[in-house]
T-cell receptor, first 117, second 110 residues
């Protein structure tokens, strides 16, 4: 049963529109992440957060922005969508633990598949 | 050179056989290692993690880590058709940074 929720699951939108992908988790995890995945390709980290009011960009350049005002909520926003933004966006979270008990184990949401026409 | 490399497959094994999935990584400072399973159209889910050299067993799954060779593997014993999926190797190099391979597609024939 998923403890991390993403909405919408599917979104088809026109170029230039502003979109927000929602992500919420009920596990009390301090760390949250946004990954981007194209079919048959690696997951690429685009944003992460260590906690409230802490956000950083990942390795993959992205025109999106994120916010972390509440521990459980980590929305991703695209101010002006373009066809190049078409992809699967995966939200994940993890708890701070020692390596022996699963440090950095990621729990993923179901994903948001975005298509920009 | 990619940071985490996997054979894309597909790897095809008959039902009941052992499936062997391999992964190499480039960063010698890597600390934790993960195998995730991803069914088509679904998100990744954790199978196992390992952080010290040697073998770690969980049911039909065994993860093997060799830090000197920068090599991680996953063995699936008694493979079932329901094991057919893409298996993602992931490596954490410290802090937030978990790097994923592109995955190996496994097909278990009934």
């Amino acid at each position: 049963e998923a403890d991390i929720y993403q909405t919408p699951r599917y979104l088809v939108i026109g170029t230039g529109k502003k979109i927000t992908l929602e992500c919420s988790q009920t596990m009390g995890h301090d760390k949250m992440y946004w990954y981007q995945q194209d079919p048959g390709m690696e997951l690429h980290l685009i944003h992460y957060s260590y906690g409230v009011n802490s956000t950083e960009k990942g390795d993959l350049s992205s025109e999106s922005t994120v916010s972390r005002i509440r521990t459980e909520h980590f929305p991703l926003t695209l101010e002006s969508a373009r066809p190049s933004h078409t992809s699967q966006y995966l939200c994940a979270s993890s708890a701070t633990r020692d390596p022996g008990v699963g440090a950095n184990v990621l729990t993923f949401g179901a994903g948001s598949r975005l298509t920009v026409l | 050179q990619k940071e985490v490399e996997q054979n894309s497959g597909p790897l095809s094994v008959p039902e009941g056989a052992i499936a062997s999935l391999n992964c190499t990584y480039s960063d010698r400072g890597s600390q934790s290692f993960f195998w995730y399973r991803q069914y088509s159209g679904k998100s990744p889910e954790l199978i196992m993690f390992i952080y010290s050299n040697g073998d770690k067993e969980d049911g039909r799954f065994t993860a093997q880590l060799n830090k000197a060779s920068q090599y991680v593997s996953l063995l699936i014993r008694d493979s079932q058709p329901s094991d057919s999926a893409t298996y993602l190797c992931a490596v954490n190099t410290g802090g937030f940074k978990t790097i994923f391979g592109a995955g190996t597609r496994l097909f278990v024939k009934a």
